[in-house]
């Protein structure tokens, strides 16, 4: 048994929802947390 506390980081930068805010995405069909600084460049589709 895996006794791994199930952590929440952005996929994008590794930030923690210690560190801020996190919601959460979906990308490539795999749920994901993103941070609240690294949404606005996806909203924006930046490259
Ligand atoms: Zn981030």
Do not use: Q, W, Y
Request: hydrophobic letters at 25%; proline letters at 4%; aromatic letters at 2%.
């Amino acid at each position: 048994m895996e006794d791994k506390k199930e952590e929440s980081k952005c996929f994008i930068c590794g930030a923690t929802s210690d560190e801020r805010v996190l919601l959460n995405s979906e990308h490539e069909g795999e749920s994901k947390k993103v941070c609240v600084r690294c949404l606005p460049p996806l909203i924006h589709g930046g490259s």
